[in-house]
């Protein structure tokens, strides 16, 4: 699954085109890469996301295509 679509389905970035943009800025990193919007992510792969001067970090633990807003946080889970 796309990067940018992750984070949307996730809910970790609420909007696809924020997503685009933050990997556009080089704002993402998937196992430690600078992540382009159309890299792939897969089960296992750290996720690591600068907000300002915050960075957070997320473990990829399940990809589906369809999720609920509940469910949404069953996708990852925070590593520090």
């Known amino acids: 699954m796309r990067i940018d679509k ?3 389905i996730s ?3 609420i909007r696809r085109t924020v997503a ?5 800025a080089g704002r993402v990193k998937i ?3 600078v992540a382009k919007a159309g890299d ?7 996720i690591e996301i600068s907000f300002g001067d915050d960075t ?4 990829v633990l399940e990809i589906r ?3 609920g807003k509940k469910e949404a ?3 990852y889970e925070i590593v520090d």
Do not use: S
Request: some cysteine.
């Open 6 to 8: 992750f984070l949307k």
């Open 11 to 13: 809910r970790i970035i």
């Open 20 to 24: 685009k943009k933050a990997c556009d």
């Open 31 to 33: 196992n430690d890469k």
């Open 40 to 46: 792939e992510v897969n089960i296992g792969d750290l």
């Open 56 to 59: 957070r970090k997320y473990k």
């Open 65 to 67: 295509e369809q999720v």
């Open 73 to 75: 946080q069953d996708l």
